[in-house]
Nanobody, 115 residues
C-alpha cells in the first residue's frame, strides 16, 4: 500500500489549497478514505471521511462548510479542497486507508496558514 500526499504549502488566511493523495497497492475503489491532520504539539485529528463510491462525506465540526473531500476512482486519487483557511488549520495533513485490518498512512503534506 502506498499513499502519497501533495498540494500543501504556505497560504494566507482566507486562502485556498487543494490536497491530493495518490493511492496504489490496494483496491482504491473499494475502500473508504480519510484525511487526518496533526498540528505541532497536538494529537492527530480526523478531518474528513468519504465512502468508497464518494457518496457520503463526513467532516469534523472545525472544517464543516470550508473543506470538501472528494475522490476520483478512475485515477486512484483522493482530494481535499480547503477554502477559507485559518491559522489554526496549520498542520501536516495525511490521507489514510484501512486495508486488510491495518491502517495505512501517507508521509503527509505540510499546510501553513500565515500572513
Amino acid at each position: 500500500v502506498q499513499l502519497v500526499e501533495s498540494g500543501g504549502g504556505l497560504v494566507q488566511p482566507g486562502g485556498s489549497l487543494r490536497l491530493s493523495c495518490a493511492a496504489s497497492g490496494f483496491t482504491f475503489s473499494s475502500c473508504g478514505m480519510r484525511w487526518y491532520r496533526q498540528a505541532p504539539g497536538k494529537e492527530r485529528e480526523l478531518v474528513a471521511t468519504i465512502t468508497s463510491d464518494g457518496g457520503i462525506p463526513n467532516y469534523a465540526d472545525s472544517v464543516k462548510g470550508r473543506f470538501i473531500i472528494s475522490r476520483d476512482n478512475s485515477k486512484n486519487t483522493l482530494y481535499l479542497q480547503m477554502d477559507s483557511l485559518k491559522p489554526e488549520d496549520t498542520a501536516v495533513f495525511y490521507c489514510s486507508v484501512l486495508w486488510v485490518g491495518r491502517r495505512y498512512w501517507g508521509q503527509g503534506t505540510q499546510v501553513t496558514v500565515s500572513s
